[in-house]
């Protein structure tokens, strides 16, 4: 995709090679359903086309059509199938069915539900993962044409930049509840911000996950074994976030947890005077 992009470029004769990234908040911002679409913004009005990159054929369009916001399908067009990173991950750690539990084993679906018991920590640590990926086979499109041969190297952080935070806590622990929450509240609206628990309270989960939710607007995440062991967390609370091409992983010592905590909420006390 990137030298189909490259070849584009330098066909328009774009002095400047513009920044070509994946943003999957894009996507659903725009119903972006099917691809090629092109989506221009101006002023108070967005413009929507599908089946084409002729950049000037669009503009013609919203010239000819200004009272136009979505245009015809111009050419043939391919439903999106790829998940991103960010869809990836939410599915991995939030995969039971909440819903169907609730219906079919309302009081007993917390007492056998899989959950971590990570200890604190008493040192800070950082260390960095690499997502690059290696292609065992050669994956061709519908027709044919080649898309990554055997043996070739990937890494989707390098591709497609992400603004993804992980967080997370064990919300057993109140010092660590409170620390996420701040953690929460300072990075919110920074891209994509998760916030995952380790466990809950097996006697009453459904009204314990209520009540995070609501602390954390709405969203609520479940660790699962594959998050722990992809990113070698071995304490609580750990932030993942992306750095360059790495994800960073994070583990804050308990003591800096408190002190953190302690300097935020003196800070808000006397903003608040």
Same mark, same amino acid.
């Given at each position: 995709?990137?030298?189909?992009?490259?070849?584009?470029?330098?066909?328009?004769? %774009?002095?400047?090679? !513009?920044?070509? /990234?994946?943003? *999957?908040? @894009?996507?659903?911002?725009?119903?972006? =359903? #099917?691809?090629?679409?092109?989506?221009?913004?101006?002023?108070?009005?967005?413009?929507?086309?599908?089946?084409?990159?002729?950049?000037?054929?669009?503009?013609?369009? %919203?010239?000819?059509? !200004?009272?136009? /916001?979505?245009? *015809?399908? @111009?050419?043939?067009?391919?439903?999106? =199938? #790829?998940?991103?990173?960010?869809?990836?991950?939410?599915?991995?750690?939030?995969?039971?069915?909440?819903?169907?539990?609730?219906?079919?084993?309302?009081?007993?679906?917390?007492?056998?539900?899989?959950?971590?018991?990570?200890?604190?920590?008493?040192?800070?640590?950082?260390?960095?993962?690499?997502?690059?990926?290696?292609?065992?086979?050669?994956?061709?499109?519908?027709?044919?044409?080649?898309?990554?041969?055997?043996?070739?190297?990937?890494?989707?952080?390098?591709?497609?930049?992400?603004?993804?935070?992980?967080?997370?806590?064990?919300?057993?622990?109140?010092?660590?509840?409170?620390?996420?929450?701040?953690?929460?509240?300072?990075?919110?609206?920074?891209?994509?911000?998760?916030?995952?628990?380790?466990?809950?309270?097996?006697?009453?989960?459904?009204?314990?996950?209520?009540?995070?939710?609501?602390?954390?607007?709405?969203?609520?995440?479940?660790?699962?074994?594959?998050?722990?062991?992809?990113?070698?967390?071995?304490?609580?609370?750990?932030?993942?976030?992306?750095?360059?091409?790495?994800?960073?992983?994070?583990?804050?010592?308990?003591?800096?947890?408190?002190?953190?905590?302690?300097?935020?909420?003196?800070?808000?006390?006397?903003?608040?005077?």
């Amino acid at each position: 995709m990137q030298v189909v992009l490259r070849d584009y470029i330098s066909k328009a004769k %774009i002095k400047k090679e !513009p920044l070509v /990234t994946l943003d *999957p908040e @894009s996507f659903t911002q725009y119903s972006v =359903k #099917e691809v090629p679409t092109m989506v221009y913004r101006k002023d108070d009005k967005t413009y929507k086309i599908s089946g084409s990159i002729n950049i000037k054929y669009f503009m013609k369009q %919203i010239e000819e059509n !200004p009272e136009k /916001t979505t245009f *015809p399908v @111009s050419a043939q067009t391919f439903p999106i =199938k #790829e998940k991103s990173i960010v869809q990836e991950l939410e599915e991995r750690s939030n995969k039971y069915d909440w819903e169907a539990a609730k219906k079919n084993a309302i009081k007993s679906t917390w007492q056998n539900q899989w959950m971590a018991s990570l200890p604190v920590s008493d040192e800070n640590k950082i260390w960095y993962i690499d997502p690059t990926i290696q292609v065992n086979q050669d994956i061709r499109d519908n027709q044919g044409n080649l898309i990554a041969a055997a043996g070739q190297k990937g890494n989707p952080l390098a591709q497609f930049p992400q603004k993804l935070t992980m967080i997370v806590f064990d919300p057993m622990n109140s010092e660590q509840l409170t620390w996420a929450k701040i953690q929460f509240r300072h990075r919110f609206g920074e891209g994509k911000v998760m916030p995952i628990f380790t466990r809950i309270k097996r006697d009453d989960g459904w009204k314990h996950l209520e009540e995070l939710r609501g602390q954390f607007y709405g969203q609520m995440y479940k660790i699962n074994p594959e998050i722990i062991s992809r990113f070698l967390i071995k304490s609580t609370p750990t932030i993942i976030s992306v750095e360059g091409t790495y994800f960073k992983v994070q583990q804050f010592a308990q003591a800096d947890v408190r002190e953190y905590t302690r300097i935020n909420q003196q800070s808000e006390k006397e903003a608040a005077q």
